[in-house]
C-alpha cells in the first residue's frame, strides 16, 4: 500500500494516508521555491550587515565629532 493517494485533477498533488496533508510532489516547483527561500535569506542577511556596518559608522563620526569639538574648545 503507497503512502499517498494521488489527488484528481492535479497532477502534482498527493494526500499523505497518515496525516491527510498534501504533498506537492513537482520537483522543479520545489527547486524553485528552495531558490527563492535562499535568495530570501541572503537578502536578510545582506540588509543585517549593511545595518551593522551603517551604525559602526555612526558611532565612529560621533566620535570623530566629539574628538574635534574638544580640539576646538582648546
Do not use: F, P, W
Not at 527561500?37 to 559608522?57: G, M, P, S, Y
Amino acid at each position: 500500500m503507497s503512502k499517498h493517494i494521488r489527488i484528481e485533477g492535479h497532477a502534482d498533488l498527493l494526500r499523505e494516508r497518515h496525516s491527510g496533508g498534501i504533498v506537492n510532489s513537482n520537483r522543479v516547483e520545489y527547486s524553485r521555491y528552495m531558490t527563492i527561500q535562499r535568495n530570501k535569506q541572503a537578502e536578510k542577511q545582506r540588509v543585517a550587515t549593511l545595518c551593522d556596518e551603517i551604525n559602526t559608522l555612526k558611532d565612529e563620526m560621533s566620535e570623530i565629532k566629539n574628538m574635534l569639538i574638544k580640539v576646538l574648545e582648546k
